[in-house]
């Protein structure tokens, strides 16, 4: 009876601690995975955004017809990637054509002072804030995760159990590290 004791008290053990392990990476991950789609809402409602923000600046800069463009196709990607690496390379895309339709509008003073384009200004000012902040709470979430994988007794079981390592969502470009500015 010692000699069963013996034997199953550490087998029970490790079950508890794989089982522990187990449920708590599983946690993890599923808290990545709903930072990723709040950042998935943010992105969506500043691609939301973007029509009625050319609209409103076509109104007063008709000629601006390649900026136009350029913001509606990096829009379109960005709504079309599918990982986060090409969701990060298209939203510095985007960004980068936002940062030439407020070019373009800071040679409309009349347009600056429209209530439609301060209110959509203002609009996107707050969305971008959301998404810096919900980058940043992605981020510290798959740093959790990333670091319970990594470290003992998480990098021996993570891959049987088949946790892989979750991409940070990084700015790629160095104009993408500063923050889009919406001044006008």
């Known amino acids: 009876m010692q000699y069963v004791m013996v034997i199953l008290a550490p087998t029970m053990i490790l079950f508890i601690v794989l089982v522990i392990f187990y449920n708590n990476t599983v946690k993890l991950r599923n808290f990545v995975q709903n930072a990723w789609a709040q950042i998935d809402v943010q992105l969506k409602r500043r691609a939301d955004l973007i ?38 390379q298209a939203e510095n895309q985007l960004s980068g054509a936002l940062k030439s339709l407020f070019a373009v509008a800071e040679a409309y003073p009349e347009l600056k002072a429209s209530d439609n384009f301060s ?5 996107l000012s707050d969305t971008e804030n959301k998404i810096a902040y919900s980058r940043q709470f992605y981020n510290d979430t798959a ?22 390592f979750i991409s940070y969502f990084e700015a790629v470009q160095a104009s993408e590290r500063e923050a889009v500015q919406v001044r006008f």
């Open 143 to 164: 740093m959790k995760y990333n670091t319970k994988i990594q470290t003992f007794p998480g990098n021996v079981l993570a891959g049987v159990m088949g946790f892989q």
């Open 119 to 123: 209110k959509l200004q203002q609009d």
């Open 51 to 88: 029509p009625n923000l050319v609209e409103t600046v076509k109104a007063y800069a008709a000629h601006e017809k390649e900026t136009f463009e350029q913001v509606t196709r990096a829009r379109a990607e960005a709504l079309q990637a599918q990982s986060i690496e090409q969701r990060q």
